[in-house]
């Protein structure tokens, strides 16, 4: 192995001379202690190295190893129930072998090699085989049927193909192109900084469901879309990534922990497979893949989660699986990115980041979208990539979160002033956006109702009245406002009670179909316009405001799924008293002889059903 | 091999070049001896060939460029460790300040310790109470959490830390807990200060001190809280005490690395403070926590001033995204003479939906909570209101509430420096104040809880009076 010696030492970076011939973002081993390395700069013989490891103790002269490969991943069945750390090292299995810290040159496998996985091929000898066929079939879960691909560069005749229990490293397959005979396993490797190659990119039109009222609602991501959270520290962004890690509507997840607490990372490892997946009833560990490279662990290593984790995923989209990728948090990848710059000796852009942050950040999530996958059989997969930034003080103007806006569609705004009066998820719903909305509005109307879309900007433009007439409220008193308006405060006040806010903690809170959702939200409008009616009729604000209803409307949230009809039910209570109170009106005033004119005729838009 | 140099070519601040070396390593450990025979301690900031940047921990003074000679010792910082230190006073780099014996080592530990896998976690889940109402009630800690307090200068963090060492414990369990102090860069006073309380309430055996005050060497600070957690992992995990490690004040311990960052003339980050910093605060919180199968545990509370009171000034930013949760101090609470002046709106306890509940506090607590801060949060914006418009426009409701938050801060966030609440003391308290507001505005509690506690004591003394 041919080898260069260390120069330089500074912290997470190296140099060594003699390093002729290799190539940028090979990989490296440092010293005899053999710590992981990537070269980030080649100048003459001298390699700028990143080391992934703690290089307390090394110093000049020591040697550096070449491998003259870059970083690469093990894709392959044993993926999913894992959690590696940022160069995908298996960190259960360094625990049963080095105890409860992490030390140096550590070489652990990332796929377990004395595992056996059933193998079911799914084409028979004879047949041609090109990138990304499909072979055959591992159930890997019982959620997850991991489907074994041709690896990319790789094609020819299949001459013959086996069914049995295997390692991922036995021969499972041989093919034969051009007289050379090809031996494929279940694993093969891919470079993390190279996008899995795919046929053809298609529009996001599908909704990625969440379970989240206020993200499915109003701001909803599509199945292929990319989303970020930027907020600051308790505004609750990683309850957010958790909870979509748990509720998203994807076959499979990928969660990364990227410079984050490692307690969040325990708390995941031990409440994922507790908790049961609302569609088949397993538990939701069964299809998720976890990277851990928490704060304290190396900073080069953190660099490298994001890919690590995004090209499993990708791996995942290639066999037609709608990924999910919760990154928490890019910051600190970006953060990782401007010590290694620094070190470098790099000219600083914004904030000490380096120039390229920009780019690398967009290259980050230009890796999610829908696609035709390449191979046959022809199929769709998905990757939705959703981003926590967590900019100083909560400042949108920090680099990180401007750079993530200009590629992101989806914007949800977690804001602290939400957070203090314990408004969860405290997504701001005026700041917020969505791009996907009109995309998506088809697929998300067949699943729940024609009109779920213009409900729900019906109900934000309510929202929306209510931000402007706070500020007057602010100023001279709500008693300054017409019952009108005051309507419209009440009306507002229950969307945000008794719809937005959800309990992330609540067993059936935390979670609520889109059937749910709708169902609520059109409990919430028609009530108000309901009210609405009723003002006009004569009916005294104060009296609507009292009205006992209005408990069921705040508890339909805990209503289990099973339990919807009851929504519905809520609304003819609601006509019957409403009803009432404009009968009893209408009769007072009748016996006080007085004309009521106006209002009779017109009706509030929603309730007409 | 021991080498010796004495060819510094350059010094400059708290930095030191040192041409000529071989084989120096990365945080290699060093001695320095100047002219008049001192010596001083550094480490290997950085080799670049022949060229090694060192570090002196206790600043540059005395130092020349002719007759000094700094010799490498081949090794990292590490400090022997044993259970007899407990009860021992140390320097910041973990020598005996105080009049006994030198510490015979059990083991050998590189300060710098190795990040904790994160599957070999516990999660913390255990109540520890405090015998304060806004900790307990409101932001509840629980074992091998990381929890700081943010504060600001003039405001009592010292007695607020102290009350909690005194008084903090986990119910129904006598077990062995050993507090783990490192003092970084705070007065003699601050320092005179706990070490008096420790003395009074008998605890004194029972800690364990680093010192680095406010007139030892600043860069010295940076070791201060590495070697305590060294000993406070060792005490945890290796001989089965609880551990709570307080540090104070981190704000001093950031700007001896902006220091050192500005010395080597790196680019600044925000406020002149390194890029890294986010890193190298966590490389030190994060080594608090629970293991699997271990008997202790770490709990780790540190102190910090806020300049100007800045929430997000970088210091209190970035600990805030590394710790789970925070106590924030109030300076307008304070003036008002509540005491402890905890901000129980924005303070937080990340870890205490797993802390409190049944079996642990109590099955009412979680709804109370939520109730409490929801009461205290509306009586706050009568209170704004009552400002603007005067308190005659509030509405009867307002009114109510404006009596409640008052009525709040004066009997439920205020108690004495001394005076130890139970946990059910505290709950019924909070109980007794619910009792103001009318049954029909308690929406965020179960129906069986206002039952049980809202309903079940005769309201005699809820209502008015103060």
Same mark, same amino acid.
């Given at each position: ?10 912290g997470?970076?190296?140099?060594a001379?003699g390093?002729t ?14 710590l992981?390395?990537?070269?980030v700069?080649?100048?003459g013989d001298l390699?700028?190295i990143?080391?992934?490891e703690?290089?307390?103790?090394i110093g000049?002269?020591?040697a550096?190893?070449m491998?003259d490969e870059p970083?690469?991943?093990e894709?392959?069945p044993?993926?999913?129930e ?17 105890g409860?810290?992490i030390?140096?040159?550590?070489e652990?496998?990332?796929l ?7 193998f079911?091929p799914? +084409?028979k000898?004879?047949?041609e085989?090109?990138?990304g066929?499909?072979?055959?079939e591992?159930?890997e879960t019982?959620l997850v ?7 990319p560069?790789?094609?020819?005749k299949i001459?013959?193909i ?18 050379e005979?090809?031996d494929?396993?279940?694993m093969h490797r891919w470079p ?6 795919y ?9 990625l469901s969440?379970?989240q ?7 909803p ?9 930027p ?5 609750g ?5 958790h909870?979509l ?8 997840? *990928? ?5 984050e607490?490692?307690n @969040?990372?325990?708390d ?11 569609r088949?009833g397993?538990?939701?560990m ?7 490279n ?10 490298a989660?994001v890919y690590?984790g ?6 995942f989209r290639d066999m037609g699986y709608?990924?999910?990728v ?8 970006a953060?990782?990115m ?10 600083p852009? #914004?904030?000490?980041y ?8 967009s ?13 046959r ?9 959703v981003?926590?930034?967590?900019p ?9 979160v401007?750079?993530t806006?200009?590629?992101?569609k989806v914007?949800?705004?977690?804001e602290d002033?939400?957070a %203090?009066?314990?408004?969860f998820?405290?997504i ?7 791009l996907?909305i ?26 929306e009245?209510e931000a402007?007439?706070?500020?007057i ?6 008693d300054a406002?017409?019952p #009108? ?9 229950s969307?945000?009670?008794d719809f ?10 935390? %979670?609520?179909s889109l ?9 919430c409008?028609?009530? %108000?316009?309901k ?14 405001v ?5 408990d ?7 209503l289990?799924?099973?339990k919807?009809d009851?929504?519905d ?8 008293e ?5 009968k009893g ?5 009748e016996?006080e002889?007085?004309?009521?004119g106006h209002?009779?005729?017109e009706?509030?838009?929603g309730d007409?059903? | 091999?021991?080498k010796e140099?004495s ?10 070049l040192v ?5 120096a390593k990365?945080?290699?450990? *060093?001695?320095i ?6 010596k001083?301690?550094?480490? +290997?900031?950085? *080799? ?10 206790e600043g540059?003074?005395g ?17 022997g ?6 009860g021992? +006073?140390f320097d910041?780099?973990?020598?005996p ?11 050998l530990?590189?300060?710098n310790g ?7 976690r516990?999660?913390?889940n255990?109540?520890i109470?405090t015998?304060?109402?806004?900790v307990d009630g409101?932001n509840?800690l ?6 700081p307090?943010?504060?600001g200068?003039g405001l ?12 903090a414990k986990v119910?129904?369990?006598e077990e ?6 490192g003092?970084?860069?705070?007065t ?22 680093f ?6 060497p600043?860069i ?10 060294t000993v406070?992992e060792?005490?945890a995990?290796?001989?089965?005490l ?7 004040d ?5 700007e001896?690395?902006r ?5 080597r003339?790196e ?5 002149g403070?390194?890029?890294?910093? %986010?890193t190298?605060l966590?490389?030190?919180?994060e080594?608090s926590?629970r293991i699997?199968?271990?008997?202790g ?8 001033s806020m ?14 995204y590394?710790?789970?949760g925070?106590?924030i101090?109030?300076?307008?609470l304070?003036?008002?003479k509540?005491?402890p002046p905890?901000?129980v ?6 870890l205490?939906d ?7 506090t ?12 929801a009461?205290y949060?509306?009586?706050k ?8 418009l005067? @308190? ?14 008052q ?10 420096e ?13 109980w007794?104040?619910?009792r103001m507001?009318?049954?029909?505005e ?7 809880y206002?039952?049980k ?8 003394k809820?209502g008015?009076t103060?």
């Amino acid at each position: 192995m041919r080898k260069g010696e260390i120069t330089k030492v500074s912290g997470p970076l190296v140099v060594a001379k003699g390093m002729t011939g290799s190539k940028m973002y090979d990989v490296v081993r440092v010293s005899d202690e053999r710590l992981v390395g990537e070269i980030v700069g080649l100048a003459g013989d001298l390699a700028s190295i990143q080391v992934y490891e703690d290089t307390s103790g090394i110093g000049p002269g020591e040697a550096v190893y070449m491998t003259d490969e870059p970083l690469f991943v093990e894709l392959g069945p044993g993926l999913i129930e894992s959690i590696f750390d940022g160069i995908q090292r298996p960190l259960d299995i360094i625990k049963e072998n080095t105890g409860d810290y992490i030390t140096r040159g550590i070489e652990v496998p990332a796929l377990e090699r004395d595992k056996k996985w059933h193998f079911k091929p799914t +084409v028979k000898p004879g047949t041609e085989v090109s990138p990304g066929d499909i072979l055959g079939e591992v159930q890997e879960t019982t959620l997850v049927l991991h489907k074994i691909l041709v690896p990319p560069g790789v094609q020819g005749k299949i001459k013959d193909i086996k069914q049995g229990d295997f390692l991922v490293t036995d021969v499972i397959c041989s093919l034969e192109h051009d007289k050379e005979k090809h031996d494929l396993t279940m694993m093969h490797r891919w470079p993390v900084r190279i996008p899995r190659a795919y046929k053809e990119r298609l529009a996001p039109s599908l909704t990625l469901s969440t379970g989240q009222r206020v993200i499915d609602t109003f701001f909803p991501i599509a199945k292929g879309g990319t989303a970020c959270c930027p907020g600051p520290f308790g505004s609750g962004k990683t309850v957010i990534q958790h909870q979509l890690a748990k509720w998203a509507d994807a076959e499979i997840i *990928v969660y990364i922990g990227c410079g984050e607490r490692g307690n @969040e990372m325990t708390d995941v490892l031990l409440e994922f497979p507790e908790l049961k997946d609302p569609r088949s009833g397993e538990p939701l560990m069964k299809r998720t893949v976890l990277i851990a490279n928490t704060s304290n662990m190396p900073v080069a290593a953190r660099e490298a989660s994001v890919y690590t984790g995004i090209t499993i995923a990708e791996y995942f989209r290639d066999m037609g699986y709608s990924v999910a990728v919760m990154a928490d948090s890019t910051s600190r990848w970006a953060e990782a990115m401007r010590e290694i710059s620094g070190r470098l000796e790099e000219m600083p852009g #914004e904030e000490g980041y380096p120039a390229y942050l920009a780019a690398r950040v967009s290259s980050f999530y230009e890796r999610a979208g829908r696609v035709k996958t390449v191979g046959r059989p022809e199929r769709e997969g998905a990757l939705s990539v959703v981003g926590a930034v967590s900019p100083p003080g909560g400042d949108l103007s920090d680099p990180v979160v401007q750079a993530t806006l200009r590629v992101v569609k989806v914007f949800w705004s977690l804001e602290d002033k939400l957070a %203090y009066q314990r408004h969860f998820p405290a997504i701001s719903w005026l700041n917020s956006y969505s791009l996907y909305i009109d995309d998506i509005a088809e697929d998300v109307n067949k699943m729940t109702a024609k009109d779920f879309t213009d409900l729900s900007s019906e109900a934000m433009k309510l929202l929306e009245q209510e931000a402007e007439l706070q500020e007057i409220v602010r100023l001279i008193g709500v008693d300054a406002l017409s019952p #009108e308006d005051r309507l419209i405060l009440e009306g507002a006040r229950s969307i945000r009670e008794d719809f937005l806010h959800q309990n992330a903690f609540h067993e059936i809170d935390t %979670y609520a179909s889109l059937k749910k959702q709708y169902k609520m939200l059109s409990v919430c409008m028609f009530n %108000y316009n309901k009210a609405r009616e009723a003002l006009k009729r004569g009916v005294a604000f104060d009296d609507i405001v009292k009205m006992d209803i209005r408990d069921k409307i705040a508890r339909m949230r805990y209503l289990e799924e099973s339990k919807l009809d009851t929504i519905d039910a809520i609304k003819d209570e609601l006509t019957a008293e409403f009803d009432g109170m404009i009968k009893g009106e209408t009769k007072q005033r009748e016996t006080e002889k007085e004309t009521t004119g106006h209002g009779d005729n017109e009706k509030g838009k929603g309730d007409r059903k | 091999m021991i080498k010796e140099y004495s060819s510094i070519s350059n010094v400059a601040g708290p930095l030191l070049l040192v041409e000529g070396v071989d084989g120096a390593k990365y945080e290699e450990l *060093v001695e320095i001896y100047t002219g008049t025979g001192d010596k001083k301690r550094g480490r +290997v900031l950085e *080799v670049d060939k022949d060229r090694a940047l060192v570090q002196i921990f206790e600043g540059s003074t005395g130092i020349d460029v002719q007759n000094c000679r700094v010799r490498f010792l081949g090794k990292t910082l590490s400090i022997g460790v044993s259970d007899d230190m407990l009860g021992r +006073v140390f320097d910041g780099l973990g020598r005996p300040k105080d009049a006994g014996p030198a510490i015979i080592p059990e083991a050998l530990l590189d300060v710098n310790g190795a990040p904790i896998n994160p599957t070999a976690r516990d999660y913390p889940n255990e109540f520890i109470q405090t015998g304060i109402s806004s900790v307990d009630g409101i932001n509840t800690l629980v074992r091998g959490q990381k929890l700081p307090v943010f504060s600001g200068s003039g405001l009592p963090h010292n007695k607020v830390a102290a009350q909690i060492v005194r008084q903090a414990k986990v119910l129904g369990k006598e077990e062995e807990f050993a507090v783990v102090f490192g003092a970084m860069g705070i007065t003699f006073e601050e320092a005179n200060f706990f070490i008096q309380d420790f003395t009074k309430s008998g605890a004194l055996e029972r800690v364990v001190l680093f010192l680095n005050l406010a007139d030892d060497p600043a860069i010295e600070r940076i070791s201060t809280p590495r070697v305590a957690f060294t000993v406070a992992e060792y005490l945890a995990f290796t001989k089965g005490l609880h551990i709570l490690v307080v540090l104070s004040d981190m704000t001093n311990y950031a700007e001896a690395l902006r220091e050192i960052s500005a010395a080597r003339k790196e680019i600044p980050g925000r406020r002149g403070y390194p890029g890294y910093l %986010y890193t190298d605060l966590a490389s030190v919180y994060e080594r608090s926590g629970r293991i699997k199968g271990k008997k202790g545990s770490i709990t780790l509370i540190p102190i910090l001033s806020m300049p100007e009171d800045d929430k997000t000034h970088p210091i209190p930013d970035l600990t805030g995204y590394i710790t789970e949760g925070q106590i924030i101090l109030s300076r307008g609470l304070y003036r008002r003479k509540v005491s402890p002046p905890v901000d129980v709106q924005q303070s937080l306890s990340r870890l205490k939906d797993k802390g409190i509940g049944k079996g642990k506090t109590r099955e009412d607590h979680a709804d109370l909570f939520n109730q409490l801060i929801a009461c205290y949060a509306r009586g706050k914006e009568a209170a704004e209101l009552a400002v603007i418009l005067g @308190e005659a426009a509030l509405t009867d409701m307002d009114k109510i509430y404006l009596k409640f938050s008052q009525e709040y801060e004066g009997r439920y966030i205020s108690q004495g420096e001394y005076e130890d609440r139970t946990i059910e003391q505290t709950l019924d308290l909070g109980w007794e104040l619910l009792r103001m507001v009318p049954r029909g505005e308690m929406k965020r509690v179960r129906d069986e809880y206002l039952k049980k506690y809202y309903d079940a004591k005769t309201p005699e003394k809820a209502g008015v009076t103060g």
